[in-house]
């Protein structure tokens, strides 16, 4: 018998986690001697109060969206890919070699090629610790978290040494030429006569990130080889007694997971940076594994829970504008949720199986 | 290179490897309980602000200890209550008090200083001063070994001699004594223990506690060193110590020897940047990665293997 209605595990469960996460960062405020009420007013007005703020809110949107799907598709296979990272890294690096070394003569072109470098590059970087997990049992979680300082020792050397063009001080790439440059969402929605601000960095990368999402939830519920990460994932031994070979879906559930990541990417190096900068990541990998915690490693709860942290990441840049509230705020709740939706999910979620066992006895 | 240079590279040696060696012995105890403990950066994070905001109002570096490793063990705790009492991921509790360290950090020291995130410098008592031992002075002029007593074992604060000699104390612990056989135990096969009438749940308990000490330790040294609290000031050293443990197998002695080496290779980055040998330059950031290049080497299995406790991560059931 299932302990309480799926619409409780999938909604209510993370809903709660998500208020005790808002409530102890108010009293958090309090703490500090601000007002909690003013600072999520702040926040609201400006993430969501404008198109200009949803421009903000859906370009972080778009990394996270990335980011979560990766360590979903990962923890469907029960990995924990904490190396996204790392991966989103590399894929940077695989954006601005595409971007720099060809001449593309439209975005479109220069796009597509991005998707495939940026993809292979983070796959690239995942595929090492994968074949470590599947042949030599190193555990994966420690790997990834090695392969992450490796690679921003990797990229730091290269921008450095080899990609700062001459004369230059700061350790970024080049600029890429125009031609490269990804259409705005704002541009793009006025062409199709909705208005939107222009000047946003939100970018064509938004819908590639959908088609992910999309991608990713036709692969695990309607495929064979979903089926068998999922599987994989439930019960390893089974799924090798059903003939599921367990390295071959740890090697494909962490390139997918890889691939993804990397291409995070293409939204921050191609579509706003327009170079290879030191942290064009910044942490993104690490919020995937709260946005997909709290969507429940569903592509749909993914999104979602993307919009949300998109939210809290452009409010919390006004709270640093217009508050005395440090954007660091952000952090905390990011960990708060982490901690109330990934290790403490038994706290939350036992009391509402409690709720729903005595009203489905009572009658 | 002269004799000098190289007792000037081993002093800094000992300094870097000393918050090293302390987070890697929390992790020992913690992880050789069956507890994974990603959080060591977390923990001396928050120790790090606390010890260093609480030696800014009190002027005293003793009471900003105490609350440097009360911090981290408030962090050690919720650890404790979500992977042994709630059966949470022990992994991501690790990443979200990580997180709440990070952030936490730095939104108070913002509002209580207003610097930014950093706290006021540490002066004078506030900070842990140089011990000399005894003769120090009088036998730097003896060739080679007074300048090794006097510059290198003489003139650290007094938690490097205290990291020091928690080495033997924690293999004496965990190998001669009843509570680290079952500390052991623990880690291997919880069921025997349990069955043997021992609490799981409180030998799991006082091992992650002892690890949020040791990492408020680690904490308190990181901020007298450097004489104030900056924001992620701990810079990744939480995850060097859990690389060092793994390359120390989860034991005590290696511990050290792991963690001097890995306190080496970052004074050679600090101290010389690129190395050039002639035929070709090993860049900085090479000697930077490399301890996390020989820690997957080491867990590839390649050149010796190691092989965690074999209950680690899982949260132990009594009844199924």
């Given amino acids: 018998m299932e302990k309480m209605p799926r619409w409780a595990d999938v909604l209510l469960v993370p809903l ?70 790392g991966q989103a890294t590399l894929g940077g690096l695989g954006v601005a070699l595409v971007c720099l070394l060809i001449p593309w003569p439209h975005w479109s072109l220069a796009l597509a090629a991005a998707i495939v470098a940026a993809a292979a590059f983070g796959a690239i970087w995942a595929a090492i610790p994968a074949y470590l997990q599947a042949k030599r049992g190193s555990h994966i979680v420690i790997t990834t978290i090695m392969f992450n300082f ?33 259409p705005e969402l704002g541009a793009m929605l006025n062409a199709v006569g909705i208005p939107f601000a222009k000047g946003t960095p939100a970018n064509i990368s938004l819908l590639l990130a959908l088609v992910c999402a999309v991608a990713v939830w036709v692969l695990l519920w309607h495929t064979r080889l979903g089926f068998e990460i999922r599987s994989f994932g439930k019960s390893q031994k089974a799924a090798q007694y059903a003939g599921i070979n367990p390295v071959r879906i740890t090697m494909v559930a962490m390139l997918i997971s890889g691939g993804l990541a990397g291409m995070m990417a293409i939204n921050t190096v191609q579509g706003e940076a327009n170079r290879l900068l030191l942290n064009s990541v910044e942490g993104a990998g690490f919020i995937g594994i709260a946005v997909a915690l709290m969507g429940r490693n569903h592509p749909f709860g993914v999104v979602l829970a993307s919009i949300l942290f998109g939210f809290l990441y452009q409010g919390g840049a006004e709270l640093a504008l217009w508050t005395q509230i440090p954007r660091e705020l952000i952090t905390v709740i990011q960990g708060l949720v982490i901690l109330f939706t990934g290790a403490l999910g038994y706290m939350v979620q036992k009391p509402v199986e409690a709720l729903f066992m005595r009203r489905r006895g009572a009658r | 290179m002269d004799f000098a240079t190289i007792i000037q590279m081993l002093d800094s040696t000992v300094r870097l490897a000393t918050p090293l060696l302390l987070a ?71 990443v979200a008090l990580n997180f709440l360290a990070s952030g936490l950090t730095v939104l108070l020291s913002q509002s209580w200083f207003g610097l930014g995130g950093r706290t006021p410098s540490l002066e004078g008592a506030a900070r842990f001063s140089e011990i000399t031992l005894p003769f120090a002075d009088a036998v730097r002029g003896v060739p080679v070994l007074g300048p090794i007593y006097a510059d290198l074992i003489s003139g650290h604060t007094i938690l490097v001699y205290v990291a020091l000699a928690l080495v033997p104390a924690s293999a004496w612990l965990l190998y001669s004594t009843r509570f680290g056989l079952r500390l052991r135990a623990v880690g291997e096969n919880p069921a025997a223990v349990d069955t043997a009438g021992v609490s799981v749940v409180a030998i ?16 308190a040294y990181l901020a007298s060193l450097a004489a104030q609290f900056g924001r992620e000031m701990t810079a990744g050293r939480g995850y060097i110590a859990l690389a060092a443990l793994i390359f120390a197998k989860w034991r005590p002695w290696y511990a050290l020897t792991a963690c001097l080496l890995f306190g080496f290779l970052d004074a050679v980055a600090i101290r010389f940047q690129n190395i050039d040998l002639g035929v070709f330059v090993i860049p900085v950031q090479f000697t930077q990665a490399l301890p996390y290049i020989l820690t997957v080497v080491i867990l590839a299995g390649f050149v010796g293997k190691a092989i965690p406790p074999r209950a680690g991560g899982e949260p132990y059931v009594k009844e199924r």
């Fill in chain 2, 24 to 94: 890697c012995l929390a992790g020992l105890f913690s992880e050789r309980a069956g507890i994974f403990d990603i959080g060591l950066e977390g923990k001396m994070l928050i120790a790090a602000f606390a010890s260093a905001a609480f030696a800014v109002f009190s002027g005293s570096v003793w009471v900003g200890l105490l609350a440097g490793i009360a911090a981290s063990l408030m962090l050690s705790f919720i650890h404790g209550m979500a992977s042994i009492t709630f059966r949470g991921n022990q992994l991501i509790s690790g």
């Fill in chain 1, 16 to 85: 709660i986690s998500l208020i005790i996460a808002f409530l102890i960062s108010g009293l958090v405020i309090l703490a500090i001697g601000q007002n909690p009420v003013e600072a999520m007013r702040v926040m609201v007005t400006g993430a969501l109060g404008s198109s200009y703020g949803w421009g903000y809110t859906l370009y972080y949107a778009t990394n996270f969206m990335f980011t979560g799907l990766a360590v979903s598709v990962a923890f469907h296979a029960s990995l924990f890919n904490i190396g996204g990272e």
């Fill in chain 1, 150 to 182: 490796i690679a921003a020792a990797l990229l730091n050397y290269l921008l450095v040494n080899v990609l700062r063009p001459q004369g230059s001080m700061d350790p970024a790439s080049a600029r890429f030429a125009p031609t490269t440059n990804l």
């Fill in chain 2, 204 to 219: 799991r308990y006082a091992a992650v506690l002892i690890c949020g000490v040791l990492c408020g330790l680690a904490g």
